[in-house]
């Protein structure tokens, strides 16, 4: 039998999560209120999940007699990882600090800039996120648990 | 002749120095919110609203008028140079903008989505104009069944015309069902699917969504290319440089003209709005030839939608002036300005304000004019953008992505969401799932689904309703041809093919 690639992993997985809102969605709702006469909140996105399971299904057999592999690398894990490091570190030193980490560590240990460079690429972002995001449209970005801890006890 | 005589008069109204000078600085700052991904339309002319607190009433209005035009223009922009949309109507020009960008002809990408955000904006005022009132009370004829079938119209379409494989397209839009269902129920108020959540109660917020599943899914794919540079023109860029050549032109304007028409009904019609028209305009020019294959580039691509959404933004007027009914968020924002000034939208508004209402008609026309031009003399300097090498733009767009998904939602909610669905859109990249009609389905379907049941709830449960109005029959049978067009076409090639080999022997 083929081994099940992206191309099947990634419709099984929409499947699952289908099956899931399904028996959520009829557990809690039901499908019609036969007293008043009309669809209950579970309606549509019932019908929508059967729809998308049997699609789905079909899809996974169908593209199994195909040929063709999705390709990965190892570096487009890492900016996901970046991402994630992101989102943590807000929560640690604030956004707009852990923006500005992520950037001069990305540009000197993943693409090894020169130092100068990464100085003017950093000064851009900050003067966009600054000037437009900050002090133009007074968007206050979170400060993170260090930063309240210090100023904010 | 009544309603021309009254735009000139607006016109004369307009045209002061300073008024003339308040639609300028209204277009540009248009242009640089709307340009700013995450912020788009509805929230630009929101954060800009209070700069018209320091002029008088009528330059205030202009003012409102071209902040609306022009943050429709700007969201093209990051679309075209960064594949990241600075709106939801901004989202099908990512499809054929970015990929003409990366042939090499930013400039023209950017000039065809100005130019036929144009022709579609002056051609919604044209028909705003003279037929106002008449598209008013056509779109209050819609009701739910009218515009349940006319929403799974939409959807078919683009489910099935976008992508190669009919499956794939068609899993994808019913996944944006499945995550629109998530938050409160839009007739009850019930929370359902958000497993107990607080934040899921609220939804997915749509637009750190796309900028997730549009923007930061390119960042990751970028990855793999990061080192080959896009192709740049060799001379420096100029205007004239950027300018479209004569078959550009002749390929542009029949999908803008065409798509402009069919933007100003949908802007029309209450809840639609831009991004609706834009999607429809993609999916009709599917339906049409086109020299390049759409998704690849083409000209019409850009021309369809850029022109589509414009127009709704000019037809969404109609109801707002004459019914006082904004069609769209962004409409309800100019709502709130125009009754700041004391003007109250209605059936009485042109007879009791006259000055006020074709004012503000006369400077949607000059708005666009001020915004085409505007845009066009910063094309050479927008396209650097593309010159920066994809290394170095990794880190930016990041930092935008992240940036631009807190502005939005005010939350880091917003944020996580954008990292996952920035995931989601990546593998949804390697298995060969096409995102934008998840994008779209997510934003139809609880116009759709409240109408529905709306529906089924006056006819007492009954299908009846949805083939009881000469519209809602003829969208169903619409959406019956667009779903048996692929069965169709393969028949007709059947039959056609023995006969071309017999005609070519």
New interface residues.
Partial sequence: MKKLG??Q???LI?AA??TV?LI??LN??GF?NAK????T?????SI??V??IA??L??VI?SLKKEGK?K??K??F???L???A??GC??LIG?LPA?GL??IL??RLV?H?PWK?VLI?FA??AA??IG??VLW?G?R??TGLIYNAIFNQ | MDNLQNLLMGFATVFTLERLAVCGLGAILGLIVGA?PG?GSLAGCA?LLPLTYKFEPTAAIIMLGALYYSNMYGGAFSAILLNVPGDSPAVMTTLDGYPMAKKGQPGQALLTANVSSCIGGILGMIILTFMGPMLANFGLKFGPAEMTTLMIMAMTSIGWLLGDDP??G??ST??G??LA?IGM?T??G?P??N?GSLHLMGGIPFVPFVIGAVG?SQ???L??E?YNGVEMPKDKLTIRGSLLNRSQIKRLLPPAIRSGIAGTFIGVLPGSGATAASFLGYAMQKGFKNKEPLGSGAVEGIAACEAANNAAAAGSFAPLLALGIPGSGTGAVLLGGLMMWGLNPGPLLFTNNPEFAWGLIASLFIANIVALLIAMSIIPNLVKILAVPV??M???I???C??GA??TS?S?YG??VM?LS??AG???K????PVAPMLLTFVL?PI??QN??RA??SS??SLDIFVGSPLSTAFLVITLLLVCSPAIKAAVKKIRGPKAAQTKE
């Avoid at chain 1, 008043?36 to 669809?39: G, I, N, Q, Y």
């Avoid at chain 1, 909140?41 to 996105?45: L, N, Y």
């Avoid at chain 2, 390697?430 to 799932?433: E, G, H, N």
């Fill in positions: 992206t191309r992993i990634v419709p929409i999560i289908c809102f959520t969605g809690k709702f019609w008043k006469l009309s669809p909140p579970a309606f549509v996105p929508i999940c729809l998308l699609i789905c079909i899809t169908t999705a990965y690398s570096d487009e890492l900016i996901i970046a991402g994630a992101v989102v807000t929560y956004m923006l992520f950037v990305w540009l693409e800039t460079t690429i851009i972002i966009l996120v437009v995001f449209l968007v970005f979170p | 700013m912020i954060l499956l794939r068609t899993i019913l996944i069902f499945v269902s129920d007739l009850t019930a359902r699917y497993f930061f960042v990751i794919s990855m793999m990061r290394k170095y990794i880190p930016i990041t930092t935008i992240f940036v807190y502005a005010q880091m944020v996580i990292v920035g995931i990546f593998f949804f390697k298995a060969d799932l379907s759709f689904e529905m049941r089924f709830i007492g449960g």
